[in-house]
Structures are given as structure tokens and as C-alpha cells.
């Protein structure tokens, strides 16, 4: 059974920037997306971007084009998501769910699929 | 980008009683393969989502039968046929055709 597990809580300064990590086990990981989702305090699921480990090709919500950098280590198993500067609406927990084995033929991006399993989260707070 | 629209944005359901959310599409889904992305979710409190359904109908393993997905085009929806009071949390419902994946705003389900 997958599981993925989410490095620690962090807190940053603004203007800063912030590495999550996702680490997989019990499963395929190179094959199928995994993805990052993010929560603001008190508010609803906002995706941020996906990659498949096993092309590399990251694609990301347009709000978080030019701060979010999505990538996938298969010798570890891991993925990353890096968000750069940093403001104070950035403070959130931060998710990661693996999607589908489906991809883009042309970008070979995630192509539909599902989230299952999440992480357990990651809380990011910036503050000054 | 497409934009999912939840109604109604919460509700408070007597246990026994059924349950429906609607789940409105900005444009239609699918995807080569006949395929429809679109999934549903329930966050209880304090814990990340969980996957309840898939591609519009398919109950995911060991999601109780009380849980239903139906809908096609733009109008999609979950029904819950006798709510009980571990169904209490927030449901989402998501696309995720290729580029950009959107979830809806979330119901708020309660026990009354």
C-alpha cells in the first residue's frame, strides 16, 4: 500500500522560499503523478501543479507559474515542491497526493486520474 | 480554466436521512480514452481528503455503498443514500483534465 510521508513544519521569513518534501513507499513511484495541493487557513483545495517522476515534466496551476517548482527524485522516491517568494497569504498546509499512470503524449504532464493517497501535510507559515 | 461550482455550500442532515451535493462544470470533461475526470473527496476535520469516488461513479476501495456518483457533461453528483454521523467533514469535487486540475469551493456537511 502507498503511504506518503511529508517532511516538517516550517517557518519563513517573507520574500523567502520554502522546500516540501514527499517521501513514497510500499509502491510504483515513477510511473504515477504525484501532485501538490495546497489549503489556506479556514479554506477549501487548491492545486498547484503535478509531475509524473519518470519524464520529469512538471505542469503547474497558472496562479503559481514563475514561484512553484515541482520535481521528482526516483532514485529516493521523493518529490519536491519549492515555492519562492514568499508572502503572508502563502501560509497554508501544503499536501501532496499521488494522481494517475496517464499522461500527455505531446508534454508528457499528468493527465487525469485521481488523488489517492495524500500525505499527511506540511504547515507553512510566513510570518515576519 | 474550469471552474467547478459546489451547491449548496453546506448542510445539516438528521442521521438516517440522504444527502445530495451538486458539483456544476464551467465546460464539459473528457479526455481520449471516454473517460470522465472527475472525483469527489471528503476532508474530515483535521485530516487530509480521502478519495470517496472516481471518474464520476466508481466507489473507491472500501468506500461505504451509501456513497453515489452519478452525472455527465457539467452537471455531476454525490449522494449519500443514509447519512451518518462519521460522514461529518468538507466535500470537494475535482477535475482533472489535462492542463490545469481546479476543485471545487467544498460542502460543509453537519449532523444535525
Known amino acids: 500500500q502507498v503511504q506518503l510521508v511529508q517532511s516538517g513544519a516550517e517557518v519563513k521569513k517573507p520574500g523567502s522560499s520554502v522546500k516540501v518534501s514527499c517521501k513514497s513507499s510500499?509502491?510504483?513511484?515513477?510511473?504515477?503523478?504525484i501532485n501538490w495541493v495546497r489549503q489556506a487557513p479556514g479554506q477549501g483545495l487548491e492545486w498547484m501543479g503535478g509531475?509524473?517522476?519518470?519524464?520529469?515534466?512538471?505542469n503547474y496551476a497558472q496562479e503559481f507559474q514563475g514561484r512553484v517548482t515541482i520535481t521528482a527524485d526516483e532514485s529516493t522516491n521523493t518529490a519536491y515542491m519549492e515555492l519562492s517568494s514568499l508572502r503572508s497569504e502563502d501560509t497554508a498546509l501544503y499536501y501532496c497526493?499521488?494522481?494517475?499512470?496517464?499522461?500527455?503524449?505531446?508534454?508528457?504532464?499528468?493527465?487525469?486520474?485521481?488523488?489517492?493517497?495524500w500525505g499527511q501535510g506540511t504547515l507553512v507559515t510566513v510570518s515576519s | 480554466e474550469i471552474v467547478l461550482t459546489q451547491t449548496p455550500l453546506s448542510l445539516s442532515v438528521t442521521p438516517g436521512q440522504p444527502a445530495s451535493i451538486s458539483c456544476k462544470l464551467s465546460?464539459?470533461?473528457?479526455?481520449?480514452?471516454?473517460?470522465?475526470?472527475l472525483s469527489w473527496y471528503l476532508q474530515k476535520p483535521g485530516q487530509p481528503p480521502q478519495l470517496l469516488i472516481y471518474?464520476?461513479?466508481n466507489r473507491f476501495s472500501g468506500v461505504p455503498d451509501r456513497f453515489s456518483g452519478s452525472g455527465s457533461g457539467t452537471d455531476f453528483t454525490l449522494k449519500i443514500s443514509r447519512v451518518e454521523a462519521e460522514d461529518v467533514g468538507v466535500y470537494y469535487c475535482?477535475?482533472?483534465?489535462?492542463?490545469?486540475?481546479?476543485f471545487g469551493q467544498g460542502t460543509k456537511l453537519e449532523i444535525k
Open positions: 465546460q464539459n470533461l473528457l479526455y481520449s480514452g471516454g473517460k470522465t475526470s
Open positions: 471518474e464520476v461513479s
Open positions: 510500499g509502491g510504483t513511484f515513477s510511473n504515477y503523478a
Open positions: 475535482m477535475q482533472s483534465i489535462q492542463p490545469m486540475y481546479t
Open positions: 497526493a499521488r494522481g494517475g499512470p496517464n499522461y500527455d503524449s505531446l508534454t508528457f504532464t499528468p493527465l487525469g486520474g485521481w488523488f489517492d493517497p
Open positions: 509531475i509524473i517522476p519518470i519524464f520529469g515534466t512538471p
